[in-house]
């Protein structure tokens, strides 16, 4: 079955920076719209950031717009968020997801993901 494994969390220091990735180890996903998702302790599953198979299409969620880019490398099965200036309220698990067909579009419901991560923990620090 389809895997999706993250990695690049760790602890960072307010106003810091850290790139997490989510590689595929089954099928190539190169065709999948994926997406970023965060779970803080207490809150809903929130929508993070996604991007369709072109690259091109993205969207974000108002709270990371203008400090994270999401971006993916098609060839290498590999998806990259990358979290600027970060703050104390990013810290939660950070969880990838794909879609299991292809899909031209941007994906924001979490509902409409087939494939997910188990998570990589972000922790920023004041």
């Known amino acids: 079955q389809e895997q999706l494994v993250e990695s690049g969390g760790g602890l960072v220091q307010a106003g810091g920076s850290l790139r997490l990735s989510c590689a595929a180890s089954g099928r190539n996903l190169n065709s999948n719209s994926m997406g970023w998702f965060r779970q803080a302790p207490g809150k809903e599953r929130e929508f993070v950031a996604c991007i369709n198979w072109h690259g091109a299409g993205t969207a974000y969620a108002d709270p990371v717009k203008d400090r994270f880019t999401i971006s993916r490398d098609n060839a290498k099965n590999t998806m990259f968020l990358q979290m600027n200036s970060l703050k104390p309220e990013d810290t939660a698990p950070y969880s990838c997801?794909?879609?299991?067909?292809?899909?031209?579009?941007?994906?924001?419901?979490?509902?409409?993901?087939?494939?997910w991560g188990q998570g990589t923990q972000v922790t920023v620090s004041s």
């Open positions: 997801a794909s879609t299991r067909f292809y899909d031209t579009t941007c994906i924001r419901a979490a509902g409409d993901y087939f494939y």
